[in-house]
């Protein structure tokens, strides 16, 4: 038993993280190896002419996407 090993190993997922885009690259998401966001980043394009049901659609896109990555194996 090493009672490092759970610290190292939380250390190792937050160092670990995933992006995606949504909506063409109009919004980017980040999220660490616990799955919690550490990024969004929307374009000002992302605003023009659209509305605030789209807008929060392209960010769960974004979001859900990094998360999926990061639960992929390798």
Do not use: C, K, N, Y
């Not at 759970?6 to 063409?24: C, E, K, M, Q």
């Not at 799955?35 to 049901?53: Q, V």
């Amino acid at each position: 038993f090493r009672p490092d090993a759970g610290l190292r190993s939380h250390v190792d997922l937050s160092r670990t993280s995933a992006g995606a885009t949504a909506g063409g690259g109009l919004v980017r998401g980040r999220v660490d190896g616990h799955g919690t966001r550490r990024a969004l980043e929307i374009a000002p394009a992302a605003f023009d002419g659209r509305d605030a049901d789209l807008l929060a659609d392209l960010v769960m896109s974004a979001v859900t996407e990094a998360q999926r990555r990061l639960a992929e194996p390798g």
